[in-house]
């Protein structure tokens, strides 16, 4: 008889011990730029597109500006960021890559290999992984959507 509440038969484990390890890996690479793996979060987005908005690269992470306004606070400080207020619209704010900001990029442009490298794995396999992981996230994003509070009678039928 197999014991389904088993910890090794959890995939919510799996997926949090796999992404710990995967951190873990990251730290070392990120150190020698002086960021930490959520900058680096930031930043990816950023070298896909200069000029977000915050709601726009919070979107991207999947953050609340509760947490993503300190990374950007200290992107800044840092020196790889700059936030410029809108001209037609005060209360936004775009993010912008400085020149070392910008720089940067080429300097991380070997993380991805030496993550495969670390992993033992082949570049297509991590790939298909990654796929799988994508498909998996936005199945729950929408089984969560669709999902009512199980205390409420919302979708019960009684």
Same mark, same amino acid.
Not at 69 to 96: A, M
Not at 104 to 127: C, F, K, S, W
Not at 135 to 158: C, K, Q, R, W, Y
């Given at each position: 008889?197999?014991? =389904?509440? #088993?910890? %090794? ?18 730290? *070392?690479?990120? +150190?020698?730029?002086? @960021? ?9 987005? /950023?070298? +896909?597109?200069? &000029?977000? &908005?915050?709601r726009e690269i919070g979107a991207a992470l999947d953050l609340d500006t509760g947490t993503l306004s300190?990374? /950007?606070?200290? /992107? =800044? $400080?840092?020196?790889? @960021? =700059? ?6 619209? +005060?209360?936004?704010? +775009? @993010?912008?890559?400085? %020149?070392?900001?910008? #720089?940067? $990029? ?5 993380? *991805? ?12 396999? /991590?790939?298909?992984l990654r796929d799988a992981l994508v498909a998996l996230t936005t199945a729950l994003h929408s089984t ?12 019960? *039928?009684?």
């Amino acid at each position: 008889m197999t014991n =389904e509440l #088993a910890l %090794d038969r959890q995939v919510c484990f799996a997926l949090y011990s796999a992404s710990r390890a995967t951190t873990a890996v990251y730290r *070392p690479m990120l +150190e020698r730029l002086g @960021i930490t793996y959520p900058q680096y979060l930031v930043l990816l987005v /950023l070298w +896909e597109k200069d &000029g977000r &908005g915050v709601r726009e690269i919070g979107a991207a992470l999947d953050l609340d500006t509760g947490t993503l306004s300190p990374l /950007l606070k200290r /992107l =800044e $400080r840092l020196g790889f @960021i =700059e936030r410029r207020r809108l001209v037609t619209d +005060e209360r936004r704010v +775009e @993010i912008h890559l400085t %020149d070392a900001g910008s #720089a940067l $990029r080429q300097q991380a442009l070997d993380i *991805p290999r030496q993550l495969a490298g670390n992993t033992g794995m082949a570049v297509a396999d /991590l790939e298909k992984l990654r796929d799988a992981l994508v498909a998996l996230t936005t199945a729950l994003h929408s089984t969560a959507v669709h999902t009512t509070d199980p205390g409420t009678t919302e979708g019960n *039928p009684s």
